[in-house]
């Protein structure tokens, strides 16, 4: 699994401001969440993989009607906020916003992958994003897109976000 060293570099990137806060007027700053509340149906279950120690796109979803569950680990994993055992289930959707990013190595990120793939129901689809910054590895948007290719078999499509910082979603394919 994932050294404690490679937990805590990835916890430490968990924040509720930046990027994961909430606008005064209650509308979420963060890209995948937006995505998911404009593009996703309520009914769907999704999992918000690496959702931090606040869970704070968890809760605006909920907030929004959407049947989330917010999953993290290590010192984020909350008690009552979090489901501890979430990646047993499968998904309808899974987001991840800025989580791939804060990956401290290639097996750790593909180890990610793996979860993210074996809690995704065939035919489900997969948003995630890739900030330019922080990135913990030296790894390019292009070689990212061409490992979620690989991995997931499906189609994949830029949603939105810059060619240094896309928003992409993954449609797993119903036979792997």
Same mark, same amino acid.
């Given at each position: 699994?994932?050294?404690? %060293?490679? =937990? *805590?570099?990835?916890?430490?990137?968990?924040?509720?401001?930046?990027?994961? !806060? *909430?606008?005064?007027?209650?509308?979420?700053?963060?890209?995948?969440? &937006?995505?998911?509340?404009? $593009?996703?149906?309520?009914?769907?279950?999704?999992?918000?993989?690496? !959702?931090?120690?606040?869970?704070? $796109?968890? #809760?605006?979803?909920?907030?929004?009607?959407?049947?989330?569950? !917010?999953?993290?680990?290590?010192?984020?994993?909350?008690?009552?906020? $979090?489901? %501890?055992?979430?990646?047993?289930?499968?998904?309808?959707? =899974?987001?991840?916003?800025?989580?791939?990013?804060?990956?401290?190595?290639?097996?750790?990120?593909?180890?990610?992958?793996?979860? =993210?793939?074996?809690?995704?129901?065939?035919?489900?689809?997969?948003?995630?994003?890739?900030?330019?910054?922080? &990135?913990?590895?030296?790894?390019? !948007?292009?070689?990212?897109?061409?490992?979620?290719?690989?991995?997931?078999?499906?189609?994949? %499509?830029?949603?939105?976000?810059?060619?240094?910082?896309?928003?992409? #979603?993954?449609? #797993?394919?119903?036979?792997?």
């Amino acid at each position: 699994m994932f050294t404690m %060293e490679e =937990i *805590k570099i990835a916890n430490a990137t968990s924040r509720s401001n930046g990027a994961s !806060a *909430k606008n005064k007027d209650g509308s979420i700053r963060a890209i995948v969440p &937006r995505y998911v509340a404009e $593009h996703i149906n309520k009914e769907d279950s999704i999992l918000d993989f690496g !959702a931090g120690k606040d869970a704070v $796109h968890t #809760k605006w979803l909920r907030e929004q009607g959407f049947n989330a569950v !917010a999953y993290d680990f290590g010192d984020n994993l909350i008690d009552g906020l $979090h489901d %501890e055992d979430a990646l047993c289930k499968q998904y309808k959707v =899974i987001m991840c916003s800025n989580v791939l990013n804060v990956q401290s190595s290639l097996k750790m990120l593909l180890e990610t992958l793996n979860q =993210i793939h074996n809690s995704l129901e065939p035919g489900g689809e997969f948003m995630c994003n890739y900030p330019a910054s922080p &990135r913990k590895m030296v790894l390019t !948007a292009n070689d990212l897109s061409k490992i979620l290719q690989s991995m997931f078999k499906g189609r994949i %499509e830029r949603a939105g976000g810059t060619a240094s910082a896309p928003l992409w #979603k993954i449609k #797993k394919a119903y036979v792997n």
